[in-house]
């Protein structure tokens, strides 16, 4: 137990989930003035934003882009967290199922797409800032394609391009209105990795005065009744946190689990409605790129996806040195592991043969979850997400299921801004 805690402390605020969303929260909570103490199961903080070092080079947990200009660019400037970084250029590989792979220049002039299909598809890339994010709110994109004249491979194009600013593959789900919002955005690669915000949201957390306790597993909670002190979070270990309000950065399932018997009925329907979205990734570091000139592909035929991080952000002490990320959008099925892994290792064959001589370390994980929540047509993507507010009183969400704005880490943001907010709001009204 920390020395800044102590056995029968009533914390204003315990934040479920150590994650970059339990992280902001907390700072942001903390800076208000309120008690937090952020309880977080794994041994170190951070989550599905942490990095992992070693061996001279930083890994991510998959491929991870910083999409700018919204909530999380918000939020992290209101901390104080910056994440520099490059940007990766426009040059992109296309890899069809068979045949050559090309290059953007060679998918406009050669004939990989007909003289229609050209049209078609340039005028929806070149049109994007005029078209209606709004009006296409609860389109799924395969109908959306269909009605602006997207079909054959300027289909498959558009598909890509979707799926990379979403990571969503199924396209009879998939909003087309957040497809819209994402595609206007550009991103950022940040050097040192996302261990960089990371460090920089625990930073600000342990400087407001928040108290992060890693190695805190979280099996319940109850209602401790007395005034002021509204919740008990039970551990794994039988300890019981008191607090006043509760943050439960954490997926949909487990506030369903600890909090069902007391949340609105409406809203439990809404939780067990969130479907996660998976991945599976190949990372790489690698003591030489065998292609130089080959830095970022997609799939066409396939939901496939490569980038060379560390040629647009520092990750790799060697100069000569690069950091790869190979990944599968799985969608919301996880198929076999060794299946999968194969598929990743043949794209990564076409696009930088000989990579298996220069490899210095490899990581394959299977079916790792992107998002708690698909941005689904059918529910009006980010509209109809979970509430941050959960209905109970002093019982609040934050993550990339939660909340009306974003998607993928921006959710996680957004809905701990909003969770930071209403807590530090009611805590001072219970007070007063
Ligand atoms: C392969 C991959 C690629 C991605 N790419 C991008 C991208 O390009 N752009 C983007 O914006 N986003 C991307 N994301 C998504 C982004 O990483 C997440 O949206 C974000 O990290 C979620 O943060 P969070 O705090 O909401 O959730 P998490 O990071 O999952 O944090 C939840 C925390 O709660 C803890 N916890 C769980 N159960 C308990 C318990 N019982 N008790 C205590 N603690 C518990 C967990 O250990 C975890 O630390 C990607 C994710 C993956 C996996």
């Known amino acids: 137990m920390s020395e800044t805690m102590k056995q029968d402390q009533v914390w204003d605020i315990a934040v479920i989930g150590g994650g ?5 929260a907390a700072a942001l909570a903390a800076r208000s003035g309120k008690s ?3 309880l977080e199961k794994a041994p170190s903080l951070g989550g599905r934003s ?14 991870h882009a910083l999409y700018r200009g919204g909530a999380a660019e918000r939020v992290l400037a209101r901390l104080n967290v910056s994440a520099p970084g490059g940007s990766p250029g426009p040059l992109v590989h296309w890899v069809p199922g068979k045949g050559e792979t090309v290059s953007t220049p060679g998918l406009l002039l050669g004939r990989t797409l007909n003289g229609v299909e050209k049209r078609r598809f340039l005028r929806f890339y070149l049109g994007l800032r005029k078209l209606d994010p709004h009006s296409a709110t609860g389109v799924n994109w395969n109908d959306w394609m269909a009605s602006n004249g997207l079909s054959g491979r300027a289909a498959d ?31 950022v690669y940040p050097h040192g990795g996302w261990q960089t915000i990371v460090d920089g949201l625990a930073a600000r957390a342990a400087e407001a005065g928040a108290v992060c306790r890693t190695s805190a597993n979280v099996t319940g909670a109850e209602r401790a009744g007395e005034t002021g ?20 950065a954490v997926e949909p399932a487990l506030v369903a689990r600890w909090f069902g018997t007391w949340l609105p009925t409406s809203y439990e329907a809404a939780l067990r409605r969130q479907t996660p979205v998976y991945a599976s990734t190949l990372d790489l570091h690698l003591r030489r790129l065998p292609q130089r000139n080959r830095l970022f592909a997609l799939g066409l035929d396939r ?10 952000s520092r990750l790799c002490d060697d100069p000569e040195h690069a950091v790869v990320h190979v990944m599968r959008y799985d969608g919301e099925r996880k198929d076999d592991p060794e299946a999968s892994r194969g598929e990743l ?64 880490f921006e959710a996680s943001l957004a809905s701990a801004e909003e969770a930071a907010r209403l807590a530090v709001q009611n805590r001072t009204a219970e007070r007063s």
């Not at 970059?20 to 902001?24: C, I, N, S």
């Not at 939901?303 to 060379?308: A, G, K």
């Open 229 to 248: 002190g509204g919740w008990a979070i039970l551990l794994s270990d039988g300890e019981r946190i008191r607090a006043g309000n509760v943050i439960a």
């Open 36 to 38: 937090v103490v952020v």
């Open 20 to 24: 970059a969303a339990g992280l902001a």
């Open 157 to 187: 194009v558009a598909s890509a391009l979707a799926r990379l600013s979403t990571y969503v593959g199924d396209n009879d789900r998939l909003d087309a209105g957040v497809v819209l919002r994402q595609l206007r955005r550009s991103v």
């Open 345 to 408: 290792e043949r794209f990564l064959d076409r696009l930088q043969p000989g990579w298996r001589e220069l490899t210095e370390r490899a990581r394959y994980l299977p079916h790792v979850t992107v998002m708690h929540g698909l941005p689904d047509a059918g529910m009006r993507g980010v509209e109809g997400r979970p509430a941050v507010d959960t209905g109970i009183g002093g019982v609040y969400v934050a993550g990339d299921w939660a909340g009306p704005e974003g998607i993928l």
């Open 303 to 312: 939901p496939l996806y490569f980038s060379v991080h560390s040629h647009w």
């Open 50 to 63: 942490a990095s992992r070092r070693g061996n001279g080079a930083v890994w991510n947990l998959g491929a």
